[in-house]
Each structure stands twice: as C-alpha cells, then as structure tokens.
T-cell receptor
Framework: AQSVSQHNHHVILSEAASLELGCNYS??????LFWYVQYPGQHLQLLLK????DPLVKGIKGFEAEFIKSKFSFNLRKPSVQWSDTAEYFC?????????????WGAGTKLIIKP | KAGVTQTPRYLIKTRGQQVTLSCSPI?????VSWYQQTPGQGLQFLFE???????NKGNFPGRFSGRQFSNSRSEMNVSTLELGDSALYLC?????????????FGSGTRLTVV
C-alpha cells in the first residue's frame, strides 16, 4: 500500500539550530510532493511543493526540501530555525495512476523551538 | 482573493444529534475536500467533491456525507453523532481535482460531541 512516513513525531531544537525533517514515500510512479505547516491555532498552509525539474525546491520562510528519487525521500530543511517555526509539519504525496489518484499524508512532526 | 471559509468555527453537539458544516472555497476553485483531524489519527481524508460530483471517498462510515452546490460551496453532514466524532474538520479547496498542485485550507470547524 502507498504510504508516507515521517520519521519523527516530535522534534525539539534550540533557536539557530539547523533542521531536517524526514519524509519517505512508498510509490514507484510519478508523485507530486508537498510539505504543509500548521502553526499553533492556525490553519494548514502550503510550505513548498515539488512536481518535476530541480529536485531542490525552496519554499516560504527560508525552508527548502530535496527530492531524492532513489531514496524515495523528500526531506525538509532549514539552516537556522527561529522560535516562530514552532508548528506541526506534514509531508504529503499525490500519486496518480490512470484516472485514479490519491493524496497520502504523513502523520506529522511536531517541532518545538526553544527560545 | 478571499480564502477558504468554514462555518461555524466551533460546535458543541450531543451524542445522537446530527450536524452540518459548511465550506466556501476560494473563488474559481471547483474542488473541495474534507478532512478530519484528531491528535491520535492525524489527517484523515473524508471525501472530495469536484463540479458537484463526489470524486473520491475515504474510509468513513455512511453517517458522514457531503454535497457540493453549483457555486462550489460544499456541506458536510454527520448524522447520529458519536463521542469519537469530536475533531477538527478541515475543508481544502483547489483548482483541480485531488489537490494535484496543492490545497488551500480553511481554519476548520471544531466539533465537540458530549
């Protein structure tokens, strides 16, 4: 079955630390990949997305993600986190075969940044 | 352009009652998807409507139903409420079916069943 795995359910970092959140998907065909973020008390919003082309994609607020096809991974990174990055982060994969499609979500990673 | 609007923001209902939630997508978006979000289960897909037709459905019981109107507004109905239905219900809209290129989410309706 197709799935999206996020390696860590909770991550705690200090401000200015570097961040990498893991995301692996299981699907051999073409995928569109997404990272969404949900700040405390706010709605889910799209952070960045990958469809094709340059495997390194840049999103809002200094986030970036790298698509590594051979590893079925789409890890989210940020060189230096801020307290305001405290949020829950969701990885999602959109897969399509013929007329059937699915958007598969990871379980989410709660990120806490200590000031 | 206005975002995705969900009403009401909060609801408290009693077990056995029914509830209707509303979602107005971004203007021009024809796809509306509904999700249930709970701390234990994360995001669970309920169903998707595109041009008034249900295109996709998740693994929820028949008590959960929805519809979409010609102006793309969508409603979700839950009948015979159970305590376990307490959750944040999210609506997401997109131009194309399936959120192929990304969703825009509403703020959600927080349903509490007592």
């Amino acid at each position: 079955a197709q799935s999206v795995s996020q390696h860590n359910h909770h991550v705690i970092l200090s401000e200015a630390a570097s961040l990498e959140l893991g995301c692996n998907y299981s699907y051999g065909g073409t995928v569109n990949l997404f990272w969404y973020v949900q700040y405390p008390g706010q709605h889910l919003q799209l952070l960045l997305k990958y469809f094709s082309g340059d495997p390194l994609v840049k999103g809002i607020k200094g986030f970036e993600a790298e698509f590594i096809k051979s590893k079925f991974s789409f890890n989210l990174r940020k060189p230096s986190v801020q307290w305001s990055d405290t949020a829950e982060y969701f990885c999602a994969a959109h897969t399509r075969r013929d007329s059937n499609y699915q958007l598969i979500w990871g379980a989410g990673t709660k990120l806490i940044i200590k000031p | 352009k206005a975002g995705v609007t969900q009403t009401p923001r909060y609801l408290i209902k009693t077990r056995g009652q029914q509830v209707t939630l509303s979602c107005s997508p971004i203007s021009g978006h024809r796809s509306v998807s509904w999700y249930q979000q709970t701390p234990g289960q994360g995001l669970q897909f309920l169903f998707e409507y595109f041009s008034e037709t249900q295109r996709n459905k998740g693994n929820f019981p028949g008590r959960f139903s929805g519809r979409q109107f010609s102006n793309s507004r969508s409603e979700m109905n839950v009948s015979t409420l159970e305590l376990g239905d307490s959750a944040l219900y999210l609506c997401a809209s997109s131009l194309e079916a399936g959120g192929t290129y990304g969703y825009t989410f509403g703020s959600g309706t927080r349903l509490t069943v007592v």
